[in-house]
Each structure stands twice: as C-alpha cells, then as structure tokens.
C-alpha cells in the first residue's frame, strides 16, 4: 500500500470515529433534552433498585410517571410515591385498595402482606405509565463509561503512532466497560429474601435481581431456574456443611444465547480483525 492510500485510508478511519463521537454525543443530548421537556411537563423517571415488584419491574428498570390524582387511580394500577413512614424514600408497589375515604393501600407483587401505611394524594408522585427493564442500569453505567472514555481517551493520545493508539483505545475501552460491569453487577445477582428452618432442614426464597436468566444450584446439585425479578425456593436440608449452606449463580443461556454473548464480549477482537488497526508507515516501522 502506498503512502497516499495509506493516508487516504487513515483519513476515512478518522472521519468514521468522529462521526461515531459525534453521533454518541448527539444522543446523550438529545437524551438530555427530551428528558428535561419530559419534567417539565410533570413527568418522572425513577430507577428500582429493590425488587419488590418482581418480574413487573425488576431491579435495574427505568420506570416512568405521569402526574395523576386520587381520583384517577384504580385498584391495579401501579404508582411511585413517598411512604409515609420515610417521607424522602421513594417506592413504586401495585394499588391493593382504595378506600372510599381515598386512602390507597399498596403493596409489592412478590411481597407477603400489604404495606403498613395508608397513602393519601399527597404522598402521590405519580402513576407508572412504562416500565423499561434494564434500562436503569445503562443509565447507570453512562457516568462511569464516560469518565473512562474521556480517561482512555486523553492518555492514548500520548501514543507515539496512530496503530498504537488505536490499539489502546480499544483495549481501554474494554476494559472501562468491564470494570463498569463487576462495579454494578447487572447481569447476574441473587437477593435472600426469607430464610427458614424446620425439622426437615432449611429453606431459602431469593429472588433474581440481574438481567440474565441464572441457574441457582445448592452443592447437592439441586438447581432453581430464575429469569429476572422471579423468586424462587430451594431445600437447604441437603447441602448443610457445618451448619453452613452454600448456592452458587450462574447464567443460564440458550445455545443461541451463549452464541450472542460471546460475541459480544468478542467484539473489540472482531473489531481488530474486521476493521482492521491502521496500516503501519515506513516512518512508523522505524
């Protein structure tokens, strides 16, 4: 490859990068924006972080509220609100019962009793219109993928060829996006929720709180299949070892599924092989 074609090459490389910075930063800002008009109008998002809702809205949802009065509300519905008890938490639950006086009385879908309050309009913050699994925790990875990106970024540019330079930023890239994922978790996690013991043995109800569908497996080799937010009970009674008990989590994909995982972990070698890094110059190679 000669030396024009070499920079003509890099040149159109260095066009589609921009372009893609560009277009990543164009839609954060339009995010931004449709967010702030979506406020401005009574709106509110709300990310779940507990798993109180079950497989309606696991952990890790963006939910979404539209402004709504007493009057509005039917027993069904799904509402985020103050609870009376912690003025400033915040909770999303089910409606199981408005009274005539309307006091609404809630409740979580994978809870066992009804909430211990009586909600009235003003600790209403609205009625849940969309929930979008998931979505809450891409909302919470962008600070820590942006201040990796911007890192990556500034210190590849010391770099002394555009190859390595490349090379860098793909593999800094990875592993912002790695670091990112064991920091908060989301595809694979398990929550306890209830632990009992009779005289056949212990038992334990936990409920899924990552994206994947997991295998829960005790070291008898009894195993619970769980997609997210679903609970799911396990017999302990065979897996005590000094009065300890041990379960294990792991993903439980399709042969498809798996297929599709790996490739997406394998996608900055992909990237290296398909697209290939930029040729390197005579001057490089000295």
């Not at 024009?4 to 040149?11: F, G, V």
């Not at 639950?93 to 879908?109: F, K, L, M, S, W």
């Not at 990875?174 to 398990?190: M, N």
């Amino acid at each position: 490859m000669s030396t024009i074609e070499q920079r003509l090459a890099e040149r159109r490389r260095q066009r589609w990068l921009r372009g893609g910075a560009f277009g990543f930063l164009a839609a954060i800002v339009g995010a931004v924006i449709m967010s702030a008009v979506f406020q401005a109008s009574g709106g509110r998002f709300f990310i779940v972080e507990s798993p109180s809702m079950g497989q309606t809205a696991p952990v890790g949802s963006l939910v979404i509220d539209r402004p709504a009065t007493t009057a509005q509300l039917r027993t069904g519905d799904i509402i985020t609100f103050h609870p009376p008890t912690a003025p400033n938490g915040v909770y999303t639950h089910r409606i199981a019962a408005i009274t005539p006086e309307g006091y609404i009385t809630t409740r979580g879908d994978i809870n066992g009793a009804e909430d211990g309050w009586l909600l009235t309009k003003k600790d209403l913050i609205g009625r849940v219109t969309q929930i979008v699994p998931g979505a809450g925790w891409l909302i919470r990875a962008v600070p820590y993928l942006l201040l990796g990106g911007v890192a990556v970024w500034v210190v590849s540019r010391s770099a002394r060829t555009s190859a390595r330079r490349a090379a860098y930023r793909i593999a800094g890239y990875s592993l912002v996006v790695s670091i990112t994922a064991i920091i908060l978790r989301p595809f694979v996690g398990i929550r306890l929720l209830a632990a009992t013991a009779d005289r056949d043995g212990a038992h334990a109800t936990f409920v899924s709180t990552g994206m994947l569908p997991i295998r829960v497996s005790a070291v008898d080799g009894t195993f619970v299949d769980l997609v997210s937010g679903q609970v799911g009970r396990m017999n302990l009674s065979a897996t005590a070892t000094d009065a300890h008990y041990t379960l294990s989590s792991i993903p439980n994909l399709s042969v498809l599924g798996w297929v599709i995982f790996f490739l997406v972990c394998a996608i900055p070698l992909l990237w290296i092989l398909i697209v290939g890094l930029p040729p390197r110059t005579h001057e490089e190679a000295l």
